[in-house]
């Protein structure tokens, strides 16, 4: 069964433009969950989307949004970036019926110039 | 901070040694949540332990859960040089339909 597949993995944007990270959730999980990882911050939640629905949101801006597809697999987008969003940028998938572990992409690292 | 705590926050052992790590938290649980994170790479799941138990193994790990002290800790036992990573506690409060992350503790298993 594949994993859960992030793109790109890597990518450099300037300030002010935005950028869109894909998810790929393993082939039945319907959850997918979005997490920021920085070195001063450590692992933020972002939102959780379950059925195209988002079931909770973390403490970002507007700028941060996400959606998911009647497929599972989920996009975030990030507007007016900032040098602070230069971050690891982690997707992870689940059943999500319940409480249960996570499966995690390898992640888009994406560095704000 | 939402963030739980770990400690401590590096560890340096040898190759056969055990390693323990633990993790605080603020508020009730469902469930607390060991991950391993090598460096730079995505988070892999190692156990889940419910709020009503109080200990779990899974080969040689073993975590302890003790909800009157909101706390857990992750002991490795015979560590190996590739157990060397970062390693997550990271806590679901009931449905949040989110994990909340500790700081992590760094690992490092001298051959």
């Known amino acids: 069964k594949a994993g859960v597949t992030q793109t790109p993995r890597y990518l450099i944007k300037t300030r002010g433009q935005q950028v869109t990270l894909s998810c790929s959730p393993i082939?039945?999980?319907?959850?997918v969950s979005w997490y920021q990882q920085t070195p001063g911050q450590g692992l933020q939640f972002l939102f959780e989307?379950?059925?195209?629905?988002?079931?909770n949101k973390g403490n970002f801006p507007g700028r941060f949004s996400g959606r998911q597809f009647s497929n599972s697999r989920s996009e975030m987008n990030v507007s007016t970036l900032e040098l602070g969003d230069s971050a690891l940028y982690l997707c992870?998938?689940?059943?999500?019926?319940?409480?249960?572990?996570?499966?995690f992409g390898e992640g888009s690292r994406l560095t704000v110039l | 901070s939402q963030q739980g705590e770990e400690d401590p926050q590096a560890l340096s052992i040898q190759e056969g040694e055990n390693a323990t790590m633990n993790c605080s938290y603020k508020?009730?649980?469902?469930?607390l949540q060991w991950y391993r994170q090598n460096s730079g790479r995505g988070l892999v799941h190692l156990i889940l332990?419910?709020?009503?138990?109080r200990e779990k193994h899974s080969g040689r790990l073993r975590v302890t859960l003790d909800t009157s002290k909101k706390s857990s800790s992750l002991l490795i036992t015979a560590s190996r040089a590739a157990d060397t990573a970062s390693y997550f506690c990271?806590?679901?409060?009931?449905?949040?339909?989110?994990?909340?992350f500790g700081s992590g503790t760094r690992l490092l298993v001298r051959p």
């Open positions: 992870a998938s689940s059943l999500g019926q319940g409480s249960g572990e996570l499966f």
């Open positions: 082939s039945g999980h319907r959850s």
């Open positions: 989307y379950f059925s195209e629905t988002q079931r």
């Open positions: 508020t009730s649980i469902n469930n």
């Open positions: 332990i419910r709020s009503n138990e």
């Open positions: 990271a806590k679901e409060e009931d449905s949040s339909y989110k994990l909340i």
